[in-house]
């Protein structure tokens, strides 16, 4: 069992919400950056944001301001991304990584999340 | 935003040569810089931060270099397993990824 550890696949219709979760360790949770990056088929890999769990602060790419919401839950060490009003190229396998901080690489990921959005 | 640029997109190779990836980045991330290989159907893996720093585990015929704007990933001896896409990532403000080079036979 990885260090992240995260939900299933979803299936989306266009204009509706996907909540995804990334259950990590108590040492993650405490020490350490959890951030999202997705990857749509065939492409290349695309930071969408991050959250210092301790600190409850949360990063997000400009792109996905307003749309995007990280939120965390400490009584489980779970990290949730909640993305709205999803398009058809919102369709991406989704991880979650751990990083030192708001800013670092990435020593574990989680084993990614396919969100595909379809009519 | 910090753009990242690799190149080649895509390298043709053979077992046992010696290739080198450039990733720039679009202004000075000091040495905040981190190579990843994904194959498909799986998660990134680390391989170097810090620019050259090598990740516990990964053979040492994997090498970064570089500061500043300019960096390259080598690797020597190429190995069947090898074959692969890696990406750089900067970390000196959030994160950013170069759009990735595929190594190919």
């Known amino acids: 069992q990885g260090l992240l550890v995260q939900s299933g696949p979803e299936v989306k219709r266009p204009g509706s919400s996907v909540r995804l979760s990334c259950t990590t360790s108590g040492d993650t949770f405490i020490n350490k950056a959890v951030h999202w990056v997705r990857q749509a088929p065939g492409q290349g890999l695309e930071w969408v944001g991050q959250?210092?769990?301790?600190?409850?602060?949360?990063n997000l790419a400009e792109k996905f301001r307003g749309r995007v919401t990280i939120t965390t839950d400490k009584t489980s060490n779970t990290v949730y991304l909640e993305m709205r009003s999803l398009r058809f190229d919102d369709t991406a396998v989704f991880y979650c990584a751990r990083a030192l901080g708001s800013s670092g690489w990435y020593d574990s990921w989680g084993q990614g999340a396919l969100v595909t959005v379809s009519s | 935003d910090i753009q990242m640029t690799q190149s080649p997109s895509t390298l043709s190779a053979s077992v046992g040569d010696r290739v080198t990836i450039t990733c720039r980045a679009s202004?000075?991330?000091?040495?905040?810089l981190a190579w990843y290989q994904q194959k498909p159907g799986k998660g990134p893996k680390v391989l170097i931060y810090?620019?050259?720093t090598l990740e516990i585990g990964v053979p040492a015929r994997f090498s970064g270099s570089g500061s500043g704007t300019e960096f390259t990933l080598t690797i020597t001896n190429l190995q069947p397993d090898d074959f692969a896409t890696y990406y750089c990532q900067q970390y000196n403000f959030y994160s950013s990824f170069g759009q990735g080079t595929k190594v190919e036979v």
């Open positions: 810090k620019a050259s």
């Open positions: 202004q000075n991330i000091n040495s905040w």
């Open positions: 959250v210092v769990p301790a600190l409850d602060k949360v």
